[in-house]
């Protein structure tokens, strides 16, 4: 199983950025997915999540600027993050949950300048 972040960068105030987390050897479809973010200093937080069956939950800090969702056809999980503040400046991990253990993508930085 491996899971591969994508689409971090840099960005202004205000703007937004997509990130994508591909997994293979595992369907996204059938297990529970997670967005985290850890910033300098700072413990890892739970961003995002959304369940087998679609519900999602969202931190009260990003909570209705960042969205979650799943495609399935691609086997990849989107966090789609919108009015991006300089708090929001972190390592972005994804994470797939299943009864046996969790698998952690190896991350990528989103920076947003101010």
């Known amino acids: 199983v491996q899971l591969e972040e994508s689409g971090g960068g840099l960005v202004q105030a205000g703007g937004s950025l997509r990130l994508s987390c591909a997994a293979s050897?595992?369907?996204?479809?059938?297990?529970?997915m997670n967005w985290y973010r850890q910033a300098p200093g700072k413990q890892r937080e739970l961003v995002a999540a959304?369940?087998?069956?679609?519900?999602?939950n969202y931190a009260e800090s990003v909570e209705g600027r960042f969205t979650i969702s799943r495609d399935n056809a691609k086997n990849t999980v989107v966090l789609q993050m919108n009015s991006l503040k300089p708090e929001d400046t972190a390592v972005y991990y994804c994470?797939?949950?299943?009864?046996?253990?969790?698998?952690w993508g190896q991350g990528t930085q989103v920076t947003v300048a101010s």
């Open positions: 994470k797939l949950v299943t009864t046996v253990r969790n698998y």
């Open positions: 050897g595992i369907p996204v479809i059938l297990n529970s």
């Open positions: 959304i369940t087998t069956s679609g519900r999602t």
